[in-house]
């Protein structure tokens, strides 16, 4: 009897790797059994699994180690927070396409591109619009590419959430104007960009995931989820966009090219709708959705309590 051959796992060269959605990736990878590429910026110490190539979207040297030996690219690098349109465009198409040259060069094929929801109203933000257009470079670049459209992603470590947890954990949440919107735990996002490179069935596809709740989330309904978490009721109030322009200015005045609350960011944070197309959620029988909404939520906020984030 002839033992089964145990299939190698895909080597994935990974952009974006230090941040948020990238350790994640990474961590989960590795438990996988996948060899590991991945893009940095300045020394990391070694890590069994991963070959840290020091280098940043704008040196082609690096690119050309990073997709050296791979099998896929998995492009999550990005800027979300910028001050002008040309910075985003800078980052999120200019690197995209340099990413797209290297894997090009060396012969890999399959790219796995991390886009943004966002993209799906590219004449609401100048974030929106580089993913947008981002994601034209890739469609055109000849590769086996898929799309993949987070909402907004929640989870241990992020940055971006976190101020949210904040305003739950003190029993009072400021939101946007009404609307819905959809969002995903990291670690469902990242199953799912792990089950992509092998599937030839995904490729040319765009994908919207989420947590699976249909019509998303109501502004009013996620802060009352989020503040149970904490074991406690929380106070909402909607914030008139006119006065989320004038904080924006503040911020800025404050805060220069550091600021949070950008202009830019206000008119995508008060869009009434960030929900996912249901047509767009990736097939069942390729991924779906493990974690729900409310155990995330406080797992994510155990882990901030646990890490000292929250006081």
């Excluded at 690096?62 to 099998?71: C, H, I, P, S, T």
């Excluded at 670049?141 to 898929?146: C, K, P, V």
């Excluded at 989330?217 to 904490?230: C, G, I, S, V």
């Amino acid at each position: 009897m002839v033992a089964a051959v145990k299939r190698a796992r895909p080597v994935l060269a990974v952009t974006g790797a230090t941040g948020f959605v990238g350790r994640h990736l990474l961590r989960l990878a590795r438990e996988a059994g996948h060899p590991l590429r991945a893009l940095t910026r300045g020394w990391r110490p070694p890590e069994q699994g991963i070959d840290w190539i020091d280098g940043a979207l704008d040196r082609p040297d690096a690119l050309a180690k990073l997709v050296d030996g791979a099998d896929a690219v998995i492009h999550i690098a990005g800027l979300i927070n910028a001050p002008t349109r040309a910075a985003f465009e800078a980052v999120n198409v200019g690197g995209t396409a340099n990413m797209i040259d290297a894997a090009r060069a060396i012969g890999v094929r399959r790219f796995i591109h991390i886009s943004s929801l966002a993209a799906r109203e590219p004449d609401l933000s100048d974030y929106g619009w580089s993913k947008a257009k981002s994601e034209r470079v890739v469609a055109a670049s000849g590769l086996d590419w898929t799309i993949v459209r987070p909402p907004a992603i929640y989870g241990p470590g992020d940055r971006e959430t976190f101020e949210l947890f904040k305003m739950a954990r003190r029993g009072f949440v400021a939101l946007p104007p009404g609307g819905r919107f959809s969002l995903i735990h990291v670690e469902d996002l990242c199953r799912l960009i792990l089950a992509l490179p092998g599937e030839q069935e995904t490729v040319c596809e765009t994908y919207e995931p989420d947590d699976g709740t249909d019509q998303g989330w109501e502004h009013r309904h996620f802060a009352r989820t989020l503040a149970r978490a904490f074991g406690r009721r929380t106070a909402t109030v909607a914030v008139p966009k006119l006065v989320m322009k004038g904080a924006s200015r503040l911020d800025t005045l404050v805060r220069g090219e550091g600021a949070k609350l950008t202009p830019d960011r206000v008119r995508y944070f008060c869009h009434p709708d960030w929900v996912v197309t249901a047509e767009s959620r990736p097939p069942d029988q390729l991924w779906k959705a493990s974690i729900r909404t409310p155990a995330g939520l406080k797992a994510t906020a155990d882990w901030y309590l646990d890490q000292g984030w929250l006081r």
